[in-house]
């Protein structure tokens, strides 16, 4: 249908670098004319893009000015949004990974568990979740909003207790900060409003982009391998390699010679070359992968 368009909701901030990464590797070159801008351009007619930040997509997304977009299930959750969950993008090299929001306290600090905070005051920007969180333990806390630099007012002793995000928690430590609990994981998350999802044309279009971007980011962590192999070394070289089902093996043009080609995880490469060179394989060529479809 050449008068479709799906509505995309790209993240502003933090996951934007590797969102449009991601996405350029999925086959949608996204750039922006200028940093100022909210609009990137994108090299498919049948989408508009416009570029929020992550706490604000769901709602724009639930409400229909949105058909689809991008962001983390905290803030899904923080919102309270009727969403569709299209899939999950977790990504382990950047920041589209798993993370968490957690309960911190400075170093010195006597409180050693929820139940310490009884009366006392924290700050976060994810208040709903962080109430929603101390009533299910019973806990009476006062909990504000932070509009930033939530690591500084617990250190400052403007309150008590913060509710932040961390990935490895290095920025906690930095700022000499103790976590008590995990209060929230959180993954990002590509999400469709509910109506638009029931139109068929749209959920095609969603289910496609979506279907490239797993497909690139699971391309992340992989590599392409090939080799030349003589006929008598062929069994020992197959049984050194990993592959996502089996190696693919086709004879070459010189006798006695076959061409193995596999795909595995990038980190074992520099453990199996070695290896697969002792075994005989020769012409050995390593090669990155765009996107790994399963």
Do not use: H
């Not at 709602?59 to 977009?69: F, K, P, S």
């Not at 990974?97 to 929820?114: D, F, M, Q, T």
């Amino acid at each position: 249908m050449k008068n479709e368009i799906l509505k995309l909701g790209l993240p502003k901030g933090s996951l934007q670098e590797a969102t449009f990464k991601m996405f350029r590797k999925a086959g949608f070159a996204v750039s922006l004319p200028s940093e100022r801008s909210y609009f990137p351009s994108i090299n498919d007619p049948q989408i508009q893009v416009v570029l929020l930040r992550a706490q604000e997509m769901s709602r724009y997304v639930e409400d229909g000015a949105l058909d689809c977009g991008i962001t983390g299930n905290d803030w899904v959750t923080e919102n309270g949004s009727g969403v569709a969950k299209v899939t999950d993008l977790i990504y382990a090299k950047q920041s589209l990974n798993k993370v968490r929001w957690v309960l911190a306290v400075p170093e010195g600090s006597s409180i050693r568990s929820i139940k310490d905070l009884s009366g006392k005051r924290i700050a976060t920007e994810l208040v709903n979740v962080t109430k929603g969180y101390f009533k299910k333990n019973k806990v009476d806390v006062e909990v504000e909003f932070s509009w930033g630099a939530t690591e500084v007012k617990v250190s400052a002793g403007l309150v008590d207790a913060i509710v932040e995000l961390t990935e490895t928690g290095s920025s906690l430590r930095a700022n000499k900060l103790r976590e008590i609990a995990t209060i929230i994981e959180s993954t990002t998350q590509f999400i469709a409003n509910k109506k638009a999802y029931e139109n068929i044309w749209k959920k095609n279009k969603i289910g496609q982009i979506a279907l490239l971007l797993k497909g690139a980011i699971a391309a992340e962590e992989k590599v392409g391998l090939k080799m030349n192999v003589r006929e008598a070394d062929l069994k020992k070289v197959l049984a050194i390699l990993p592959a996502l089902k089996e190696p693919t093996v086709s004879g070459l043009s010189d006798r006695g010679w076959f061409a193995v080609e596999t795909i595995i995880d990038e980190k074992v490469v520099r453990i199996l070359i070695p290896q697969l060179k002792k075994a005989g394989a020769q012409g050995l060529i390593e090669y990155p992968l765009n996107k790994v479809i399963y």
